[in-house]
């Protein structure tokens, strides 16, 4: 099977700081039932110890030009794929 056409391979970093996310992000993924309302996130596929792991990773944005929280990244309109430490991303405006 083939790739998903994307427009960027972004690699994934250790985060040079901790990543919080946004309130808005935080509404959006309570609306789509990715989060609680205690603010646990509940992503599919996704145990504990990945999820700890993810926090502690980070992407630099083609899209909103800036380093972002691999959390974020993963829950975006764009992430498509992770493949061997990079984000198969569509690169749409955000
Ligand atoms: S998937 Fe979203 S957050 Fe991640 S690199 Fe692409 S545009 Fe940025």
Do not use: W
């Not at 990543?19 to 990715?34: F, N, P, R």
Request: hydrophobic fraction near 35%; charged fraction near 30%; include cysteine.
């Amino acid at each position: 099977m083939g790739e998903l056409p994307h427009k960027y391979e972004v690699t994934i970093k250790v985060a040079t700081a901790p990543y919080k996310l946004s309130d808005k992000i935080k509404d959006e993924l309570k609306a789509s039932g990715m989060m609680d309302d205690k603010g646990k996130l509940k992503l599919k596929g996704v145990s504990p110890k990945m999820l700890k792991r993810m926090k502690e990773e980070a992407v630099d944005c083609p899209v909103l030009k800036s380093e972002i929280g691999f959390v974020q990244c993963f829950v975006c309109p764009n992430f498509q794929s992770r493949i061997t430490g990079k984000v198969l991303c569509k690169g749409d405006p955000l």
